[in-house]
């Protein structure tokens, strides 16, 4: 074999090891893992799909915008799904949109017992929440409605008896053009789904402050890449924002013309949040390598009490509206976390027995050519893409 041959043979093999990385992470490859949890679901509009399991507390695990051979954008805990034991362990299979619970830290958090200290090691997840499967309401050809009773336990030592119910349901390209307001052509390809939660308090007693609330807290683990920037656009040019866990390196934030972009490439863990006198209601994400636009729109109701979940804080009812986790890989801190997270919590309410609180919220996904791209973010955001740099 002469030196041409050589070069050409591995230029043919880094090739084939890039094709091959691509189809790890396709819509398909992530169904044959999926196969393994109970009530797998496929929602589908045309090559748009969303995979999501009602029994596993309406969970939206993944989505695709060209169907199976397309890029999956969800990011779940495959290991977990391997060893078998997912039922028992709901609350660490992550998925593209999952309902949970807040605050997270203070005097009120649902993750805490009673003179607990609130660090990583004393977290304990409420049981209903790891182990209980919801129950089939209803269900059509673009949408699952599951539901179940629950207990959830404070820090205070109160407990919520609550009815949970989640419905959701894929969006149609009309209706995704019609509800951004926006053009899409062949050089784009989209998927939406809509994730409404709404839990009924089934107790005897009002919910109130002196005891501590809930947020309805819908989490998205969503696959990254090395450029991968949020972008917030808020009601006031800010200085700066809520930050959690670690410091806040410069050059991953940038704030300008009433707009923050966060660095979100799952190689440092750090968590932004957003109070609710800044807050517009949507947010979204921007990865060139992956040549994708997310959008989030959400019902921002803009009231007084949102539960606060930073770790030393005085007012447990001045909190985020949105956060963003980014996560890393680290495994001398035991931290396997390769994906970034779209958050966002409804407002806290008191709420009388048989009362109802609504969340819901919308995640499209736009992947294709730059400047179609380029259009839809301008046109939702404000923001060209030249402009998503940090």
Request: aromatic residues 12%; glycine residues 6%.
């Amino acid at each position: 074999m002469n030196k041409v041959q050589i070069i050409f043979l591995i230029a043919i093999l880094l090739m084939s090891c890039k094709e091959n990385s691509k189809q790890k992470n396709t819509f398909e490859k992530d169904l044959e893992i999926l196969q393994n949890i109970e009530d797998l679901i496929i929602l589908k509009n045309n090559e748009a799909m969303i995979a999501v399991s009602g029994a596993y507390q309406g969970r939206v695990f993944t989505s695709s915008s060209n169907g199976l051979k397309g890029k999956s954008y969800g990011y779940f805990n495959k290991a977990l799904i391997k060893q078998g034991n997912s039922n028992n362990n709901l609350a660490g299979l992550g998925g593209e949109s999952r309902m949970w619970f807040g605050p997270q830290f203070g005097k009120f958090s649902v993750f805490f017992e009673l003179n607990s200290p609130q660090t990583d090691e004393n977290i304990i997840i409420s049981p209903d929440l790891n182990s209980v499967l919801f129950e089939l309401i209803e269900k059509d050809d673009e949408s699952i409605t599951y539901g179940s009773n629950l207990k959830i336990r404070n820090s205070n030592s109160y407990v919520f008896d609550l009815k949970a119910k989640r419905k959701i349901t894929i969006k149609s390209t009309e209706k995704i053009k019609k509800e951004l307001d926006i053009n899409l052509n062949e050089y784009i390809k989209s998927v939406a789904f809509s994730a409404e939660t709404w839990i009924q308090n089934i107790g005897k007693t009002q919910w109130s402050k002196e005891q501590g609330l809930l947020s309805i807290w819908d989490l998205g683990c969503q696959n990254t890449s090395p450029n991968t920037v949020v972008i917030i656009p808020t009601r006031n040019n800010l200085k700066t924002v809520t930050n959690y866990f670690t410091p806040l390196e410069k050059d991953r934030i940038k704030i300008q013309n009433n707009v923050v972009f966060y660095k979100a490439d799952a190689l440092y863990m750090n968590k932004i949040g957003i109070l609710p006198e800044n807050c517009m209601d949507m947010y979204g994400s921007y990865s060139p390598e992956l040549n994708l636009l997310t959008v989030v729109k959400f019902n921002f109701e803009n009231e007084e009490m949102y539960v606060n979940s930073e770790k030393f804080q005085s007012n447990p009812y001045k909190g985020d509206v949105i956060n963003i986790f980014n996560g890393e890989v680290n495994e001398e801190l035991d931290r396997n976390w390769p994906f970034y997270e779209l958050e966002f919590s409804s407002s806290a309410k008191e709420l009388k027995p048989n009362q109802i609180m609504y969340h819901n919220q919308t995640i499209y996904h736009f992947e294709g050519a730059l400047e179609y791209l380029n259009d839809i973010s301008i046109k939702v955001f404000g923001v060209n893409i030249d402009e998503i740099k940090i």
